[in-house]
């Protein structure tokens, strides 16, 4: 079942300030995650882990990783960085 995405304004200012060739990888895999979310045995290709509760992370490429909440209805993008950058987002919060 496909999920909807829901940027976060925050996020949408991220993803614009990454280079175009980052920003179309992080496209394509919110794209790719939204068509996968829920069946578990495709999870791990796609490079997403649960860290706790409903909030997940993914993968995009070597250097960036997208946070996201999971509701019943759609995927909610909470940040878009580096493992460092997502590291100490999850430490301030």
Avoid: N
């Avoid at 509760?53 to 070597?62: I, N, P, Q, S």
């Avoid at 946070?67 to 950058?85: C, M, N, Q, V």
């Amino acid at each position: 079942m496909k999920k909807s995405l829901l940027i976060d304004p925050v996020v949408q200012k991220q993803l614009r300030a990454l280079p175009q060739k980052e920003r179309a990888e992080v496209v394509l895999k919110l794209l790719e995650l939204s068509q996968v979310f829920g069946q578990p045995h495709q999870h791990a290709g796609i490079g997403m882990r649960k860290l706790r509760g409903d909030l997940f992370e993914c993968r995009v490429g070597l250097a960036l990783r997208v946070l996201f909440r999971a509701s019943p209805d759609a995927l909610i993008i909470r940040f878009i960085g580096t493992h460092d950058e997502v590291q100490k987002h999850l430490r301030g919060k």
